[in-house]
DNA sequence: AGTTGTGTTGAAGA
DNA sequence: ATCTTCAACACAAC
């Protein structure tokens, strides 16, 4: 379930990655994914275009292209992004930009070539069952200059449950998008104060200070990133109940509840995320936030704090997790 | 073996 | 408007 934490770290990944590289193809065989063109078009429109550089608003991912172009994903829940290489033979560079130029009509061919993972690690991580699911790839090539070198990588999008989100289209028109025009404050951005948080919570409508703190720190128009994992172990770091009322939430409160948004969040990056059950990097290993989860699913569990029986309760039709005795 | 729970988001219904 | 419910989909757990 990729939240802000994961989609930071597939972000992050990529842009150590592929960046630089050129897509050269395209193969999809579940293109209800791709929303906004056929796949004729998408293959059409997508070859030939260099990955400039990935991005991210709460827990979009957006790969800008050149001219002009960007790939706009949402990997929604069980998606997630892998990048494979293979090293080929070495070869000089001009036969190797004729090769790719190719690379549209010669897909029974590359198919037969060998492969050779890119993974350094002895372990192979792409074998494991989460990571099977692949329905999308994009081709890429990777030229160096300087190496008069070049190879040939994959981007492949796993997503076993088929929610997925893919777009591509002008920049401008994807940053215009409806969906993502209305998004909050993204949780990890420089513009996401301490003063925005309080507005945000304590907003003068009835609606929005009469709503749990629990629902309200989900709602991606409000703050973008923050999903059901975090929400819940953002409240317990916090020691706040997750049906605390928005607007009655204290101003010292709503410093700590801040400081644990950012507090939580970070730590999670640096641990590159939570593998509850289906996220993976782009290297198709799990994070490691989920061995220091504190409440989230750990309901009739006890609280590492008090030794209280933590509770799950229904909360915007999804489950949070929170311990009573810790959190009022 | 059929039912339920899972979580993100948008759309449909009230 | 604003709230709730459902659908997209696959699979594990009961």
Redesign the pocket.
Known sequence: ???LPEVETVVSDLNQKIVGDTIVDFWSD?T?TIKNLSLKKFKRDIRNRKILRARRI???IFIDLSGGKTLYI?????GHLLIKSEILNPKSLPEMLRISKQAGETNSKSKNQKTTNYSLSTTNYFND?VNQ?IHHIWKLKSCSMKHKTCSKKTLEFSD????A?IVLDDTEKINNL??IK?LGVDAMSREFTLKKFQEIISKK????R??PIG?IL?E?ELI?GI?????SEILFESRISPLRKSGKITKKEAKKLYQSIQKVLKKAIRMRGTS??DYRDTAGMAGNFQKVLQV??KDKKVCLNCGIIIK?L?L????AFFCPQCQK
């Not at 949402?74 to 069980?78: C, D, E, S, Y």
């Not at 915007?316 to 489950?319: I, L």
Request: net charge positive; aromatic share 10%.
């Open positions: 379930m990729p939240e579940w209800k709460g827990k979009n949402h990997l929604k829940m069980t069952r699911y076993m449950r088929k929610f989100k409806p969906e209305k409508s009835v609606s929005r009469s709503k629902i989900m991606q973008a999903g059901n994992i975090y929400r509850d059950s989230y699913r799950r229904k915007g039709q999804r489950n």
